[in-house]
């Protein structure tokens, strides 16, 4: 069984930083890409930020300049930093994996969301 474990959310002032990490954790064999998505209430869940396992990364047009994605691939774990904040980056934030658990093909997993919320 493979989980992904979200941490870091919390409340911040409008430009102010936080830092999201996301571990994977169980039976896997490799991963290939990771990503951050969002969702703010009443609207869809929409891609933040992903990377590849050789390093490659694609960023929302909202966030680019401001969003930073990095992964530790020996330690299964995504992270996400975060600055220069906007009340409109609110949302729940969660972590998604492209990967491979022993005995099966790929599979998409996603974890259980972390709240961000920028107050103005």
């Known amino acids: 069984q493979v989980q992904l474990v979200e941490s870091g959310g919390g409340l911040v002032q409008a430009g102010g930083s936080l830092r999201l990490s996301c571990v994977a954790s169980g039976s896997i064999f490799s991963i290939n890409v990771m990503g951050w998505y969002r969702q703010a209430p009443g609207k869809q869940r929409e891609l933040v930020a992903v990377i590849t396992s050789g390093g490659s990364t694609n960023y929302a047009d909202s966030v680019k300049g401001r969003f930073t994605i990095s992964r530790d691939n020996a330690k299964n774990t995504v992270y996400l930093q975060m600055n220069s904040l906007k009340p409109e980056d609110t949302a729940v934030y969660y972590c998604?994996?492209?990967?491979?658990?022993?005995?099966?093909?790929?599979?998409?997993?996603w974890g259980q969301g972390t709240q961000v919320t920028v107050s103005s």
């Open positions: 998604n994996a492209d990967l491979v658990t022993y005995g099966s093909s790929g599979e998409v997993y």
